[in-house]
């Protein structure tokens, strides 16, 4: 992504930050991480995030989603001789519409974005909306998507490690890579 | 604490979460945890707690903590053949008065409750407002007091072992006992 794209987007979710009455200080403003997961089409599939805390045993993280944005398929395999990152969602604001390992839903509210399609293989879904929340187990695949006004969601989990993250699209690189 | 009381002051907690903007569900309001560490002094030593999940590995909580009220100091050692409880606490509203280990701050914004202060011997203190956040290491003294408005905080760690947990005052029960 461009700076001057990431500056916009960072700005962007600092305003669902700020209404949902979530504080941030102007320095973890500025450092938002955003992502298009190197895929080049940040509003289809992408994620806003600001990591409060990651440490070798507990990691706690808001994220932001436009409109009917997507994070892509992935799952937290075993890493640095542990059981993979374990994590809890919880929805503040907005919808999420979050797709796991099970029986496929039959009338899912979301869809996977039209042209990356062959990379969702799970379709399971969980609604979750404010003061609702999830726990995946370790190791296991999932994706999520927003519902019509973007969302806010907490997550709480074990030590994040991006770098080990298994993504089915293989076009997806999960590091940051932005342009000048 | 009598039943009343623990209603009442779940009451008073709602609401100071509410003003925060953090949703909780009608069930989960209904299931705050009110504790006067069994010293029947609830508003001057107290907390209340909404736990969002406490897995075996991550634990994610809120504190709401009434105007000068004080969490007594306490340390979490080793546990279940790990390290002591890590914990992060992000201040969302109010302020908060965190004691640990190290220098005594000569002009401390908070004092210990006065009849319990010999049960108080760790003076270093930090500010938190809002957007401000601390990690504390595993097996630490700590104690921490909120200012004049009370606070809100998020704890982020691993795994609650509230059982483990080792105060300075020996008059302390940090297990519910609530009456009738």
């Known amino acids: 992504m461009k700076q001057s794209e990431v500056k916009a987007y960072r700005q962007v979710a600092s305003a669902y930050l700020d209404r949902v009455g979530i504080v941030l200080r102007s320095e973890e403003k500025a450092g938002l991480e955003v992502t298009d997961f190197g895929l080049g089409e940040f509003e289809t ?12 045993r ?3 993280k808001e ?8 994070c892509p398929q992935h799952l937290h395999p ?5 059981a993979g990152k374990e994590e809890t969602f919880r929805c503040r604001w907005g919808a999420v519409y979050l797709y796991v390992e099970g029986e496929s839903t039959s009338s899912p509210q979301a869809q996977p974005p039209t042209h990356r399609r062959e990379t969702y ?3 399971h879904e969980i609604v979750l909306r404010p003061g609702e929340q999830y726990t995946l187990l370790p190791d296991t695949w999932h994706w999520f998507q927003s519902g ?10 074990t030590r994040s490690r991006d770098e080990a993250d298994v993504f089915t699209d293989m076009g997806v690189r999960r590091l940051p890579d932005v342009e000048a």
């Open 45 to 56: 599939t992408g994620l806003v995030l600001h990591t409060y805390v990651n440490t070798e």
């Open 58 to 60: 507990v990691c706690a």
């Open 121 to 123: 293989t799970v379709h």
């Open 63 to 70: 994220l932001v989603l436009l409109p009917h944005q997507t």
């Open 78 to 82: 075993p890493a640095g001789g542990e």
């Open 148 to 157: 019509d006004e973007g969302a806010v969601v907490s997550e709480f989990s």
